[in-house]
């Protein structure tokens, strides 16, 4: 009798699960599992981009490369988990509803942009936490010409100072600009409510943060966050008034509410706890990976991160050890211990650190070019070719040296 491996999710951490699991049974030789995910778009959105110009262009298709692999897509939304008996109900894209039986189950349904209960916030925010989101602010910007030239309409708004809150920051004086004409007087403000900018960041790459926000015409204001949003702009928490057609909400992010569904520990932002191998702790048969996963990376004491950097190999990790469960081998722990980040300055360029305490490494158009070529090969699925796409999906492969 066949069993089946079920994953949710079609982001970085879903694509290389499926991916991975195919390349551990295809190597044993095992022909009686089935490997099934669920996502509502058979699309990696390549999120990591959304904060750039011509966000509807960034996805690429999965089918062809599911085909290659042996994957079999359903295309729907779930519902509910019932880990009591391995079984999922799904809403197809027919709006036919189906229950999908598993004996194992990888979660890897990602994170959404945190929207607290901010007067206005909901009504008068834009984001680039999705793609549509994206477009929409797009849209958006593009129109800004039609409305009368005031402060309000020359000012953009960016709440939160974190990795998103900088990287669409620097973008948005040449967007106003190629919006607006060269001659508009444009300004960007990041509100951040901690006591510096990119306070995740550390103090390592802050001083070339700060100058390249500076020569790019970017401000920001600190120590007081968002307290109300309407048409006209923001107000914040000490009660100061910055009048804005553009505000972008940026401030967080928190796991799918799936995660909820699941009996097991979580962490303040929604993500479940997992041991070595992203089995999901007490939950037998559940793994989770992605940005539903708290998992360690090293044995210093350091954490996964909700980004692309991590998802990737979390995938990899979840996706083989999930099949090595099923085929009675042993897993392969999860350890990532070496971190990076490459954060965007627009025009400015960029700047690469190395390690949790953020090293500074590579800054300006050097670092802007390795961007460059993280954000528009390294993250992208590999071609729809069985043995490309296993080779890719080895979990002990090196994707930062």
């Not at 099923?326 to 490459?342: A, D, M, R």
């Not at 953020?358 to 070719?385: C, F, M, T």
């Amino acid at each position: 009798m066949s069993k089946r491996i079920l994953v949710i999710g079609a982001g970085f951490a879903g694509m290389w699960s499926a991916l991975s699991a195919a390349r551990l049974l295809d190597l044993h030789g095992s022909t009686d599992v089935e490997i099934t995910l669920v996502a509502p778009d058979p699309h990696l959105h390549v999120r990591p981009r959304l904060y750039e110009e011509g966000p509807a262009n960034f996805r690429a298709p999965l089918t062809a490369i599911f085909d290659a692999a042996g994957v079999k897509f359903v295309q729907g939304t779930v519902e509910r988990i019932h880990v009591d008996r391995r079984a999922v109900d799904v809403l197809r894209v027919d709006q036919h509803a189906v229950t999908l039986d598993y004996d194992r189950l990888v979660l890897a349904a990602g994170s959404r942009l945190f929207r607290p209960a901010i007067p206005g916030l909901a009504e008068h925010t834009f984001s680039v936490d999705q793609t549509d989101e994206a477009v929409e602010l797009e849209t958006h910007i593009r129109n800004l010409a039609r409305q009368p030239d005031t402060p309000a309409r020359n000012t953009v708004v960016v709440a939160g100072g974190g990795f998103t809150g900088i990287e669409t920051a620097a973008e948005m004086p040449a967007r106003l600009r190629a919006a607006l004409g060269e001659q508009a007087d444009v300004k960007v403000i990041v509100v951040e409510r901690g006591a510096a900018i990119g306070p995740d960041l550390g103090a390592g790459p802050r001083p070339v943060i700060e100058e390249a926000l500076r020569e790019l015409g970017v401000t920001w204001q600190l120590g007081s966050g968002v307290a109300s949003v309407d048409a006209g702009g923001i107000t914040t928490a000490d009660g100061q008034r910055i009048e804005s057609s553009t505000v972008i909400w940026t401030a967080g992010l928190r796991a799918s509410t799936l995660t909820g569904q699941i009996p097991g520990q979580r962490d303040t932002t929604g993500r479940l706890r997992v041991d070595r191998n992203l089995a999901v702790e007490g939950v037998p048969g559940v793994y989770a990976t992605g940005d539903v996963a708290c998992a360690a990376t090293d044995d210093a004491g350091n954490h996964t991160m909700m980004s692309c950097q991590h998802a990737m190999n979390l995938g990899r990790s979840a996706g083989h050890n999930v099949a090595a469960d099923l085929l009675g081998i042993e897993p392969i722990p999860y350890s990532q211990p070496k971190y990076v980040t490459c954060l965007d300055l627009g025009p400015w360029g960029a700047v690469y650190t190395e390690g949790w305490e953020r090293e500074v490494k590579l800054k300006g158009a050097d670092a802007k070019k390795l961007k460059h070529q993280i954000n528009s090969e390294w993250i992208y699925p590999p071609r729809a070719d069985r043995e490309a796409a296993f080779a890719a999906a080895d979990p002990l492969r090196i994707v930062v040296a």
